[in-house]
């Protein structure tokens, strides 16, 4: 099991990692006192399906409690427990903007009268032993939303890419458009195997199907096209931090035209190494 210990300065993006993270594939609770982490392991380790992925955030948030992550540390690591620390940053700067910009209390800012630079000062003080001992350290100053999103996914993918799942649907367009496309084709354009006698109760899943709809040039264009437009827009997705593209693609009933091209985009992305997922929405609606 990958178990990730995420903290680090309050401010420097935490929460937006842990999206990332969750986006990725990694089962996230945030806050969680340092005490318990030994046995949240145990308990993500040994469930009926153990979880691949894990992540947990512990902080200054949680005041005196957090003394002990050095203890919890170490009692992962006697009872041979694997887990990694990854450590978010700013400038102290940044910081103080960032809680000024959003209005938000610091943790620590009590300790000193409200102050918010003598709070960051503090929380840098206290964090340091933590920040030597992380395997991770991502300074976020001067990194976007998307920035960050693709560092985390370098981190634990290896390929920032890896972290967009496209989902194809085919749908039929008198059931209505699916409401969470970001894509959506329309393929009703293309020669219709329902008016085939023979393959009218057959799917787009059947060879006979496939075979009707793959004939024409008019499908070969659309589809040669289809891809290439696709192949050319997700790495532009990737690079604004997208983690999930529904492409739809839909015909009149959804059971011939629209179920071949999606079945066949979807080879087409999974071939090609990317994270997808189909859907036949309509297929088996009469």
């Not at 938000?104 to 003598?118: N, T, V």
């Not at 290896?158 to 409401?179: E, Q, R, T, W």
């Not at 739809?248 to 009933?253: E, N």
Request: with cysteine; charged share 25%.
């Amino acid at each position: 099991m990958e178990f990730v210990v995420v903290t680090g300065m309050s401010g420097a993006g935490k929460s937006r990692a842990i999206s990332a993270m969750e986006d990725i594939g990694f089962y996230c609770v945030d806050n969680i006192p340092p005490q318990l982490i030994p046995t949240f392991h145990q308990l993500c380790r040994s469930a009926k399906q153990p979880f691949s992925r894990v992540a947990v955030v512990t902080d200054i948030r949680g005041g005196d409690m957090f003394n002990t992550l050095f203890d919890s540390l170490e009692q992962l690591r006697n009872e041979r427990m694997d887990y990694k620390i990854l450590f978010l940053d700013a400038a102290d700067f940044v910081l103080s903007n960032r809680f000024k910009e959003t209005r938000r209390k610091h943790p620590l800012a009590d300790s000193y009268m409200g102050s918010l630079e003598q709070a960051v000062k503090l929380e840098r003080e206290v964090l340091r032993p933590v920040r030597e001992r992380a395997d991770f350290i991502i300074d976020t100053s001067f990194l976007s939303p998307a920035q960050l999103k693709e560092r985390i996914s370098s981190l634990f993918l290896g390929n920032a890419s890896d972290a967009l799942m496209i989902h194809c649907v085919s749908f039929g367009f008198k059931y209505g458009v699916p409401a969470e496309s970001d894509l959506v084709f329309d393929v009703r354009c293309l020669p219709n195997p329902f008016y085939v006698e023979e393959l009218k109760n057959l799917t787009g899943l059947d060879e006979p199907v496939r075979s009707y709809v793959m004939r024409w040039e008019q499908t070969k264009g659309v589809v040669q096209r289809l891809i290439s437009l696709i192949d050319y827009m997700l790495p532009l997705y990737c690079d604004e931090g997208k983690s999930q593209l529904m492409i739809s693609i839909g015909c009149t009933g959804g059971k011939h035209r629209s179920v071949t091209l999606a079945q066949l985009l979807y080879n087409h992305l999974v071939e090609a190494g990317r994270r997808a997922s189909v859907n036949h929405r309509d297929i088996r609606k009469l």
